[in-house]
């Protein structure tokens, strides 16, 4: 990144790395001498075709994601996912569900209109409840896995008393770290956080839950069809998983502490978060509530003390080119968002700005 860009700290559509900008700029009128943008060609020519297979062998390969799972590129955003699965995977039965935060309790209030949907567990938004009360019936149990508005994260995936299969939303963390595929049937999660631009869904399925879709599922949203056309069955974001390869391909690339590939990215994540949530506890002018197990390496919500800061808090961050610092509405404060393109320097200048910030108004 150039010293002469902002950083960008949106939750989402979120930052990208520049040198992946910089590549889709300089193809944009001519695709490896296509004659064609990437946006003109055909979704079933040759030229998108290779993009389409590089950007999913490299995807798998990143997250080392199993044989018997396969990937799917879709649309509909997670949002859309809260339907798609139940209409997929529920059979109209029963679904367990864990309430972590704003995106999990959505997912459970849509699942309703599909499902018998139950909360096993419902926490306050700082923390990951214990005791889930799970149902040895149930079609599958729902977490979202990392919670974007609260700061939320399960750094661990659990494993399911019920034998059910576990789906999770990784929307936000997607790409940050490892996935344990042998605790998971099925992930999904949006492009707009760390992979690329928004309109992409990506969604890992395990074999053995395809050709189980209700009756009422849309043809286009059934993942036994998506799957059997190589997620070819209507148009897909062709853009969207183009810019998404050259991501991958930036991942794979990516050297940071020794480490290579998605350990450097993981890696650089810890580092970046342990900075700014120690800069946060040491103040006494800032503060982080969630509790410090489960604090999300991607999305960091934080309270000034006087809240009468807040709009000189955030427009003198702009001027100090930090841009996207307010939070959600539904929470207030402020979100830090540190994707995996956010650099260290990124970070290290948002916590210089805290500090001076709290020396001229604390």
């Known amino acids: 990144m150039t010293s002469s860009r902002p950083f960008n700290f949106s939750a989402g559509p979120a930052t990208l790395p520049e040198t992946v ?104 938004g700082r923390s990951i409840p214990a005791n889930w009360q799970l149902r040895d019936d149930a ?47 099925l992930a999904f999660g949006g492009a707009q956080k760390n992979i690329g631009p928004a309109g992409l869904t990506l969604v890992f399925v395990r074999e053995d839950l395809l050709g189980h879709a209700m009756d009422i599922c849309p043809t286009a949203f059934n993942y036994e069809t998506v799957a059997a056309n190589n997620s070819m069955y209507n148009t897909p974001p062709t853009f969207g998983i183009y810019v998404a390869g050259l991501v991958f391909q930036w991942v794979k690339g990516l050297e940071y502490a020794g480490r290579r590939g998605l350990a450097a990215i993981e890696q650089r994540n810890i580092d970046k978060a342990a900075l700014l949530y120690s800069a946060l506890d040491a103040s006494g002018f800032y503060e982080n509530r969630v509790e410090p197990s489960c604090r999300s390496r991607m999305n960091v919500p934080f309270f000034l003390k006087d ?28 979100r830090a968002s540190i994707y995996n393109a956010m650099p260290l320097e990124g970070v290290q200048a948002l916590v210089g700005f805290l500090k001076d910030f709290e020396a001229r108004h604390g």
């Open 307 to 334: 809240e009468t800061l807040n709009e000189r808090f955030l427009a003198e961050a702009r001027s100090a080119g930090l841009l996207q610092l307010k939070g959600h509405k539904s929470v207030g404060g402020m």
């Open 21 to 124: 900008l910089s590549q889709v700029a300089a193809e944009m009128l001519d695709w490896h001498g296509s004659g064609m943008s990437v946006m003109e060609m055909s979704h079933r020519g040759k030229e998108f075709g290779v993009i389409l297979e590089t950007a999913l062998a490299d995807l798998r390969d990143l997250l080392a994601v199993p044989s018997n799972f396969r990937i799917l590129f879709m649309q509909g955003g997670g949002l859309g996912e809260n339907a798609i699965v139940p209409l997929n995977l529920s059979r109209g039965g029963k679904v367990d569900a864990v309430v972590t935060g704003s995106w999990s309790r959505k997912s459970a209030a849509e699942a309703r209109r599909y499902a018998d949907v139950h909360v096993a567990a419902e926490g306050n």
């Open 139 to 185: 079609a599958y149990v729902h977490v979202c896995t990392n919670e974007t508005i609260d700061g939320v994260e399960f750094h661990d995936l659990p494993r399911l008393a019920n034998g059910a299969p576990l789906v999770i939303d990784c929307s936000s963390h997607l790409l940050s770290r490892p996935i344990d595929w042998t605790r998971v049937g």
